[in-house]
């Protein structure tokens, strides 16, 4: 972790860019000229040069292109955050926010992501300067910590493989398949005949006895890129995300995350039968309940948005009143006021509640809302909050809920 995280608004702020746009710079320069609480200490044009100077200058945080000459973003921020965490904020001419490659940054270590194409559109926008400013402000409060490095297939590396022995109608060879938790794997070669064998990976059924609900707003990807691939896929109950951010974008990091986690992530869909040892992603912009559906339980979703109504209160206030004291409700970074009805709605129906401590949070203001408002207990880290979820939903493994 940073030992000289800022943490007074009366300190100065050190700025390192790392860019090989030189007018990039300049526009840069332009926005932070002058600025009372941010200083540009350094400059450099490639992410070699970015590392050599990042040691010399102990920058509070960095502004770090992803596509440069020599090393490239992207792996000068692997180095930084493996050996001296710093935070950083990733921009791109040729990524934009919501793919992929924006989420891999994320996942590599950055706080924050931005697409550069709106600097170069004739003049900078003062609310775009403004967004800049208060992007570098809020890195630089942040706690970040040394990268866990991700295993080649995106998983983390402690996860275990599974095992399978089949046979080969055609031929009758016996074939061991050792299955690296590929959700898409349906079928093998067999070695001998090259026939085609289906692979049978139904699991066992995992009651849904309890149900986690994280909200989480700008800021709350990172977060949640550090909790859900670390969830246990054998976990008994599910997990609701709702984060306020576009609907497409949700659906690009629900793919994304699915594709690195051990826990099956699947995107809301209105009438969609929720499942025990899933995790289910959804829009703010989406107003979802749950309903009770014979033995099961299903989402509803209304995508026409109302302004007068708070997504995560409505989600908590529902789930909260079919699962009562079998319901965890978190909240994550995010700059928005929302959830202080559907916690309080939770704690009355003796339900457990908590906040990610604001030091891991880039947005703080809705975390502190609740904290202070609803006396939601803190979670020191993401690492905690994995150990709380499952140690929750282990409780309620072996008691019976229902509707």
Partial sequence: MR??????????????????????RWILRDIFDGHQRVSIVGEASNGIHGLDLMMKLKPDVIIMDMEMPLMDG????????????????????????GTTRSFDALKYGAVDFVCKDSFFQGKVLDSLKHNIISK??????????SQEPFSPDGRSSSNTNIQKVVFCEECGSREVVEIKNDKGMTEIVCSKCGDRIQLDLSTKYIRNNFITYIGAGEGGYTNLLNIIPKLNAEMSGSLIVQIYAEADHVDSFTQYIDSISNIKVVRVQDGLIIEGGNCYLASCNENITLKPYSANYTL?????????????????????GIFKDHVAGIVLSGNE????????????????????????????KMGNNIFQKCSAKMIENEADIVKTIERLHLKAKETILTA
């Fill in 337 to 364: 006021i929302d959830g202080e009805t559907g916690i309080n709605t939770i704690q009355k129906n003796n339900g457990s509640t908590f906040v990610l401590n604001p030091a891991y949070c880039l947005c703080k």
């Fill in 3 to 24: 030992k000289d995280k800022v943490s007074e608004e009366s300190e100065r702020i050190s700025l390192l860019i790392i860019d090989d746009s030189l007018s990039f």
């Fill in 136 to 145: 570098v402000l809020n890195a630089s409060s942040l706690s970040v910590r």
């Fill in 74 to 97: 992207m792996t000068a921020l692997q180095h930084l955050m493996i050996h001296t965490p710093t935070p950083t904020i990733m921009f791109s001419s040729l990524t934009k926010e």
């Fill in 300 to 320: 509803r979703c209304n995508d026409n948005y109302n302004p007068d109504l708070a997504p995560m209160d409505t989600a908590m206030t529902s789930i909260a």
